[in-house]
């Protein structure tokens, strides 16, 4: 994963609901699988492997939070370990086609995970995380993006 994708998740993560984590973790899971098609096509299979093998520690990650009091909760693992069947058989082939069924799955069960994102008014899990106040500055050919906390008094004059 990039440099940039990593802090944008970093930044996401930090405010992110119960059901937003696992959206999120979805996002990301797809992101890898993009990626690692794209080390394929410029035949760098070591990054290829890295780059599914991260894709396997996010969907582990889904399976280890699942509660197994809810029947949905075993079905979600049935996917989740078709998914995982895939990401190992393109490993194992060194060939991506058959990630194409593992990125259906996860595509459908991310719009249905958004949809239950948006109804979920429960806030964020993690807390005395900085409130960010996100911004962007024009560098020399480039733009910035810089965050401000209000509460850090560490920061700036203080009067």
Not at 1 to 23: G, N, P, W
Not at 55 to 83: C, H
Request: charged content about 25%; glycine content about 4%; aromatic content about 8%.
């Amino acid at each position: 994963m990039q440099k940039e994708d990593v802090q944008a998740y970093t930044v996401r993560i930090t405010q992110a609901s119960k059901s937003e984590l696992v959206v999120i973790l979805y996002e990301m899971i797809l992101t890898e699988i993009k990626e690692a098609r794209d080390a394929y096509d410029k035949q760098d299979l070591a990054l290829y492997d890295k780059e599914l093998k991260q894709a396997q520690k996010f969907l582990v990650e889904l399976m280890a939070t699942l509660d197994y009091r809810y029947e949905i909760s075993r079905d979600l693992l049935s996917l989740y370990l078709y998914v995982n069947k895939r990401i190992i058989t393109a490993t194992i082939q060194k060939k991506p086609d058959s990630l194409n069924s593992a990125e259906s799955v996860l595509n459908k069960l991310l719009i249905g995970f958004k949809g239950v994102s948006k109804e979920d008014t429960s806030g964020p899990v993690m807390s005395n995380t900085q409130q960010l106040y996100a911004g962007l500055t024009y560098g020399k050919g480039t733009l910035n993006e810089t965050y401000i906390d209000p509460n850090d008094r560490s920061r700036g004059f203080i009067v």
